[in-house]
T-cell receptor, first 115, second 113 residues
Framework: NAGVTQTPKFQVLKTGQSMTLQCAQDMNHEYMSWYRQDPGMGLRLIHYSVGAGITDQGEVPNGYNVSRSTTEDFPLRLLSAAPSQTSVYFC??????????????FGAGTRLSVL | GDSVTQMEGPVTLSEEAFLTINCTYTATGYPSLFWYVQYPGEGLQLLLKATKADDKGSNKGFEATYRKETTSFHLEKGSVQVSDSAVYFCALSGSGGSYIPTFGRGTSLIVHP
């Protein structure tokens, strides 16, 4: 059982470049989300989705886009990378119903540096 | 809105010492409470949870009790090991029907041999 898979694990970008961080889950979870983790700041929610075709903004959405065309995939797009987007990015998923309700399953993270 | 406050770290202990990491919360309704652990270079993973008042979650020697009267969910372990060195996050979810979890800022634990 793969759980939540994030790719790539590491990425270096130049300012102004765009890229997509991939996230896929194989648990048929309705809820998926993206966080960034910075030293001393804890986890900050970027965007989230409660199901295919439905996305919404979190606490720090500027500079990021998301889409949810399938239940399994929830990619995060950086439109024009900036040094302030240097961070570790985590994707998470959870079930909305049943015994596992509200337990968040996290990917291993993508470590992004923007030069 | 909902909030989770946990003690700032780092918490530095010697092996076999007793551990307490404090967590208090503010929420509407009756949320579920969680502790997640993040080992170096990894994502967060569930350590334990409690879904209603007076429930005790436990796993790997760690325990936490859902105290509604004090709005707390303190994490404890009787004898820590070097392998417990990690960052611990307190979180709540399901408050007011929301699926968006609220996380504390995390507490770093360093255990020395």
């Amino acid at each position: 059982n793969a759980g939540v898979t994030q790719t790539p694990k590491f990425q270096v970008l130049k300012t102004g470049q765009s890229m997509t961080l991939q996230c896929a889950q194989d648990m048929n979870h309705e809820y998926m989300s993206w966080y960034r983790q910075d030293p001393g700041m804890g986890l900050r929610l970027i965007h989230y989705s409660v199901g295919a075709g439905i996305t919404d903004q979190g606490e720090v959405p500027n500079g990021y886009n998301v889409s949810r065309s399938t239940t399994e995939d929830f990619p995060l797009r950086l439109l024009s990378a900036a040094p302030s987007q240097t961070s570790v990015y985590f994707c998470a998923s959870s079930a909305r119903h049943g015994i596992g309700q509200n337990i968040q399953y996290f990917g291993a993270g993508t470590r992004l540096s923007v030069l | 809105g909902d909030s989770v406050t946990q003690m700032e770290g780092p918490v530095t202990l010697s092996e076999e010492a007793f551990l307490t990491i404090n967590c208090t919360y503010t929420a509407t309704g009756y949320p579920s409470l969680f502790w997640y652990v993040q080992y170096p270079g990894e994502g967060l993973q569930l350590l334990l949870k409690a879904t209603k008042a007076d429930d005790k979650g436990s796993n790997k020697g760690f325990e936490a009790t859902y105290r509604k009267e004090t709005t707390s969910f303190h994490l404890e372990k009787g004898s820590v090991q070097v392998s417990d060195s990690a960052v611990y996050f307190c979180a709540l979810s399901g408050s007011g029907g929301s699926y968006i979890p609220t996380f504390g800022r995390g507490t770093s634990l360093i255990v020395h041999p």
